[in-house]
């Protein structure tokens, strides 16, 4: 079967390149797939299928019944959304959409998921078990379509004994694929600070509740909760990106304003940083004579891939790509809605190698000048249809 799933992914690449690039030009953001999922479904129906719509809005879920289609089902993964970004790019396929662009590849994910759907529609009598398709809305917001989609069920009715997500990969040479076994990416918090004091003249500093002061004091002190709580092989990351102190040279503004991340791999030690740095953040404000409001915006959990479905799902794609392309990852501090799914059953998030030095396709994703070698569509779409097929035969 392996050779049938490669030369029908030769033969739909330049489909799948066709709707990635029509996808490209039409971006949605976050909870507004509306264009974007009335194309999957209606690709889906092309195909035979009777996709389920509306699904946390603007979700969609089809199935693809093989033989004995009870024995065992497999999700497959693909995220629709796009990010508030004007594209740099001077392509053909550019974005339409003034201020919004597929900087992440979430085109590519929904197209490469269309291309396995063609696959395997055409090998449904070849293989025993169903695959749930899954086409995610809000990868990019909180609280994360994948979190609403398994409130709205996606992981019931059936309910698949596995996960597999695909993500474009824009520091891994396009024909390589990555894999990483156990803890992957990061989980990702927002904290909002309001340091609160009483400003005035900056000659007077005696009159004042220096809230510049205060809030410089808790940044520095918050780093100390990881360096001395944390156990020293758990990888934590806080950052803090604004900082707001609305005065000038010689007046002290009333209050400052602080943002920053925080992120784990640890769902224990999240919750612990989290207690730690608002107690100290709220004591210390106290401390100085003035008041810290410390809010907590919860994101998504960290993302740990299944060791056991993560090394069946690497050997299948050692046989379909062969060893010398098929790599390991290192752990990334990013966050990805997809470890929502993680938490819940048996996960397999792996990378789609999209880079091209040599044709200057190097760019990071969410960066306005993000693109991909396009021949990555000829290797997608297959393999994420090889690794479907191979799982369910662990039944």
């Not at 990702?188 to 007077?204: P, R, S």
């Not at 760019?363 to 000048?369: A, F, L, M």
């Amino acid at each position: 079967m392996i050779q049938k799933i490669k030369d029908l992914s030769r033969e739909m690449a330049a489909d799948a390149v066709a709707t990635r690039r029509h996808l490209h030009q039409n971006p949605e953001l976050s909870f507004n797939e509306h264009k974007t999922a009335r194309f999957v479904a209606d690709r889906l129906k092309d195909l035979g299928l009777e996709p389920q719509e509306g699904v946390a809005d603007t979700g969609v879920v089809a199935l693809i019944k093989g033989r004995n289609p009870e024995s065992r089902v497999v999700g497959l993964r693909a995220d629709m959304d796009a990010l508030p970004i004007t594209e740099a790019n001077d392509v053909p396929y550019k974005s339409q959409n003034p201020g919004v662009m597929h900087a992440c590849g979430h085109d590519v994910h929904t197209s490469s998921l269309l291309g396995t759907a063609r696959i395997l529609t055409q090998l449904r009598d070849e293989f025993e078990g169903t695959i749930k398709l899954v086409f995610q809305p809000a990868e990019e917001k909180a609280p994360g379509g994948a979190s609403l989609m398994i409130k709205d069920g996606v992981l019931e009715n059936p309910r698949p004994a596995g996960m597999l997500g695909q993500h474009v990969a824009p520091n891994v040479p396009v024909g390589k694929i990555g894999f990483r076994e156990g803890m992957y990416m990061a989980s990702t918090d927002e904290l909002y600070l309001t340091v609160i004091g009483k400003g005035g003249h900056g000659a007077v500093p005696d009159q004042l509740i220096d809230p510049v002061l205060i809030a410089s004091h808790i940044i520095v002190a918050l780093q100390q909760i990881i360096s001395r709580n944390r156990q020293p092989a758990n990888p934590s990351v806080l950052s803090f990106g604004r900082f707001i102190a609305d005065g000038v040279t010689n007046v002290v503004p009333n209050e400052v304003k602080i943002q920053g991340t925080w992120r784990c791999m640890d769902e224990e030690w999240r919750a612990d940083g989290l207690r730690r740095m608002k107690k100290m953040a709220e004591g210390m404000a106290e401390a100085m004579g003035g008041s810290c409001d410390f809010e907590i915006v919860n994101g998504y959990p960290f993302l740990k891939n299944h060791p056991e479905l993560t090394r069946r799902t690497r050997a299948a794609a050692v046989e379909y790509m062969g060893a010398d392309n098929v790599v390991d990852l290192d752990l990334w501090m990013a966050g990805e809605d997809f470890a929502f799914y993680s938490q819940v059953v048996d996960s397999c998030f792996y990378r789609l190698g999209t880079r091209n030095e040599a044709r200057g396709i190097v760019s990071g994703v969410h960066t306005p000048t993000f693109d991909i070698d396009e021949s990555a569509l000829e290797i997608g779409p297959g393999l994420m249809a090889w690794l479907a097929v191979k799982e369910l035969d662990q039944r």
